[in-house]
């Protein structure tokens, strides 16, 4: 395959495609460009790039040439797909390496489906993502379930596809007229439901593309959680209409199952700077992990959450609840590589099978232990954030 273009999405007449986007001279493009934080020494350690897996027309893009010139030194290798590549998904001997997997390999590929599914949790909408899988190595990412042996970033790289898509729905629906748990006046879209999208600009301009369409939409505002501190992101002047959302947890349970995250103080810390950079910042207290001294852990992040944040970050904050769902599969899987993880995440005397809403077969807290819970952390934040409205907890 030669180094050097994209699929079109649902039709051919774009509102507009990146070029009317990303203009000569426009700050945030520029940012993004430079990515002063994406040629860092810790970028690099993240993501030493040494193979790329890319559909020919995914590579020959104006977004894949871009990637492929961000890693000149990755070995290019031609793929049918970027779903189930032979030697990758389908080698069980890349458990072992799973961590290193998730640094050394890439995949571009071409979003086909562009689908817009309704969710009134999170947000209104979950968006088309412009990537699916991680660089990051949290044990319990629901991702991996269903693509086998390996989970590095995949990366679609028609974005303008993509951008236009939103465009034309953010349209449809017209003005937001009644306040809900999502938002009060704007249609929130979630862009990274299947990846994290402070990690995906250290790879190409994706996220900021995204973030600068939703700054020209006054009825709509993305959403994207995030376990990783990307200071170039902060270049991006969102205009107040893209909304982040710091995943928190104990400290403790951070270090064993948020592996190659940002610390979990230093997502904290960051909220001030993102705010003033003109982001909404909001907190996904999750996964709620239930283990012996739960309850003491979420005290002393509450507390330190109260301590250390700023007034005007407290004024305008929200969270989420997410109790911990897991999988069998994924189970099986993390018993390969990170054992020691297993010994919280998998505890079936608490546990009971649950149906997700995309037909797999998970397992959750019982429901009297879920309940139980949820409500013990809400006291928990009553007692020691209240400024911390409860968005939703599920």
């Not at 995914?58 to 032979?86: C, K, N, T, Y």
């Not at 899988?133 to 379930?145: E, K, N």
């Not at 190659?260 to 999750?286: K, M, Q, W």
């Amino acid at each position: 395959m030669t180094r050097l273009s994209a699929a079109s999405d649902d039709s051919g007449d774009a509102l507009f495609g990146l070029e009317s986007l990303v203009a000569p001279g426009d700050p945030s493009a520029s940012r993004a460009a430079d990515g002063t934080f994406r040629t860092s020494d810790a970028a690099r350690r993240l993501l030493p790039v040494r193979q790329i897996y890319a559909e020919p027309a995914a590579a020959a893009s104006p977004r894949g040439r871009q990637i492929l010139g961000r890693f000149p030194q990755a070995r290019l290798i031609e793929v049918d797909s970027h779903w189930g590549i032979p030697g990758l998904h389908g080698n069980e001997g890349n458990l072992r390496r799973w961590v290193r997997v998730k640094g050394e390999t890439l995949i571009l590929g071409i979003k086909k489906s562009l689908i817009t599914r309704p969710n009134g949790r999170s947000a209104d909408w979950i968006a088309p993502s412009p990537s699916n899988g991680c660089a990051l190595a949290c044990s319990y990412c629901y991702v991996p379930r269903r693509k086998g042996y390996a989970n590095p970033i995949t990366v679609f790289t028609n974005t303008a596809q993509i951008i236009a898509h939103l465009g034309r729905h953010v349209a449809r629906q017209g003005r937001k007229h009644e306040p809900n748990q999502c938002d009060d006046t704007a249609w929130v879209y979630d862009i990274g439901e299947n990846g994290d999208c402070a990690v995906d600009a250290l790879v190409c301009d994706n996220t900021a593309d995204l973030v600068h369409a939703f700054r020209q939409w006054p009825t709509a505002k993305a959403s994207f959680a995030t376990k990783f501190v990307n200071p170039d992101l902060l270049g991006y002047d969102p205009g107040g209409r893209t909304r982040i959302r710091f995943s928190l947890m104990p400290t403790d349970d951070s270090r064993l199952l948020d592996l190659r995250t940002s610390p979990v103080d230093e997502r904290i810390a960051a909220a001030g700077d993102f705010l003033d950079a003109g982001y909404e910042v909001h907190f996904n207290l999750s996964p709620v992990v239930l283990r012996p001294g739960w309850r003491d852990a979420w005290a002393d992040l509450l507390q330190h959450l109260d301590e250390v944040l700023p007034a005007r970050v407290k004024r305008q904050a929200a969270a989420e609840v997410i109790m911990l769902t897991h999988n069998q599969g994924l189970h099986e899987v993390n018993l390969a590589w990170h054992p020691r993880g297993e010994e919280l995440l998998w505890q079936p005397h608490l546990q009971q099978a649950k149906r997700s809403e995309n037909g797999a077969l998970n397992v959750r807290y019982r429901n009297h232990v879920k309940a139980q819970a949820v409500h013990d952390l809400r006291e928990l934040v009553a007692a020691h954030a209240p400024w911390l409205r409860i968005r939703y907890a599920f």
